[in-house]
């Protein structure tokens, strides 16, 4: 199936504007987006810059807006788009570093700010696990399907309203060890994600959840946060 691919180019160098560059390309079934970029950076143009390492929607780094929304490309297939034209644009909210790479250091960093490790000084590391049941496990184990794709915050409109509002994944990381019942973090955290640019800037708008590749629905978590936050206070 012939399919013309819409791609956002972008070379700060070069001085130019960005700009769209069409490739067309023989899709067969069972391709998917990133195999297509693969493609067309291997014989049609070798200067197209896009990230991917697992090919296996693990390592999330093949974020990107396919036909408007936010995607994993590793993860879809070009046959399912049922579209003669795919546009492919960089993931919205980054800054544009290069074609479809974004800039990531600004998300990691608030993923940094929420403190994303077990914090428990009443109970020092040992060379034994810290056990937990079944159904605490239950309660964390969504959120800790998170690959940092970076999809989820991209598709906020709070986000592209507010550059510092933490953003869902950052904001569903605290929220995976908050809930942790082996943690006891939560006032070193609370600071952070309880202010103008935390929690309280998620307006439930939930693209976050349609855009999530594991489909976590940060809402959820982020509304439970919010629970405990106002629980803890009062
Ligand atoms: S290449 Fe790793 S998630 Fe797509």
Redesign the pocket.
Known sequence: MNTVFKIYRFDPESGRNPRYQYFEIDVTKGQTV?DALIEIKAHKDGSLVF?????????????MQINGLNK????TQVEDLKSKTVTIDPLPGFKPIKDLAVDMEPFYDKLRAVLPYLINPDSPPTDKERIQSPEEFKMIELATSC?L?GGCTSSCPSFWADKAYLGPAALVKAYRYVFDTRDRGYSDRSGVVNNKHGLWRCHTIMNCNDAC?KHIFPTEGISLLKRKVVEEKY
Do not use: F, K
């Not at 994993?72 to 993860?75: G, N, T, Y």
């Open positions: 990133l990230r991917r390492s697992c090919r296996s929607g693990i390592c999330g780094s093949c974020a994993l490309a590793c993860e690959i794709c590749p």
